[in-house]
């Protein structure tokens, strides 16, 4: 597709660079529009390209045992992927995918390092990314070691919950996930996942609405996510 005037603008690592700056990175930019679950690259691939997301989101995964995969990341609209292979130019640690109708713009590694060098705001941003996602990750691992598969999906639960506009001090989940993307942020199965929600509701802690889901003890998921 052709490039989109000013498509970069929205993007923060991009934040305070002149008009002029940004124009001629958008020039350098191959543009792209995924279908929502189409691949944008897979785990291994040789290419060295960072992309900037225009529109929609991508999905960052990583293959387990069997079929399963873990999420590591949602990488939304105004936010960047792919910089770890610019930089140490090896293989694509993950696979990415688009979460949904997603237009991306691409700008090969080589341009992107020297990009860096030019602007050192860039790289400074760069690093604390670099930062944020060594910490979300340490996170991660300390969740996947140490609490069970049940345990991790409640704490999705509790992760996705939100304040109940109808119910004062009562939590939600409007837009429910399916099984198969709760079991990739957990890092289990969907079976486990259905398992573990079909006890919940069992036991009267949620109740299932069609595509919500109304959190009938909130402290007490809140416990069973922590193991008490």
């Given amino acids: 597709m052709d490039a989109i005037p000013g498509g970069l603008a929205g993007i923060e690592l991009f934040a305070g660079l002149p008009e002029i700056a940004i124009t001629e990175i958008e020039a350098q930019c191959r543009w792209r529009e995924f279908e929502a679950g189409e691949l944008v690259f897979d ?3 040789d290419t060295l390209d ?4 225009v529109r929609g989101s991508v999905r960052v995964l990583s293959p387990a045992d069997g079929e399963r995969e873990v999420a590591l990341a949602n990488v939304i609209e105004g936010n960047y992927f792919g910089e770890l292979a610019a930089i140490d130019r090896k293989e694509r640690s993950a696979r990415v995918v688009a979460a949904e109708d997603t237009i991306l713009a691409a700008l090969d590694g080589p341009a992107f390092v020297d990009l860096m060098m030019k602007y050192p705001v860039v790289a400074l941003r760069v ?3 670099f930062t944020r996602m060594i910490r979300t990750l340490d996170t991660r691992v300390t969740d996947l070691s140490t ?4 345990q991790r999906v409640y704490g999705e639960l509790v992760r996705l919950a939100q304040l109940d506009p109808k119910r004062p001090g009562g939590r939600y989940i409007p837009d429910m996930p399916n099984h198969k993307e709760i079991a990739a942020w957990a890092g289990t199965s969907r079976e486990s996942v259905a398992q573990a929600i079909g006890e919940l509701a069992r036991e009267g802690v949620l109740e299932r609405r069609s595509m919500k ?3 009938r003890d909130w402290p007490r998921l809140q416990l069973m996510a ?3």
Avoid: A, P, Q, S
């Fill in 127 to 129: 690093m604390e990314r």
């Fill in 147 to 150: 609490l069970t598969e049940v």
């Fill in 50 to 53: 960072v992309y900037f997301v």
């Fill in 226 to 228: 922590r193991g008490n």
């Fill in 213 to 215: 889901i109304v959190i």
């Fill in 43 to 45: 785990k291994d691939n």
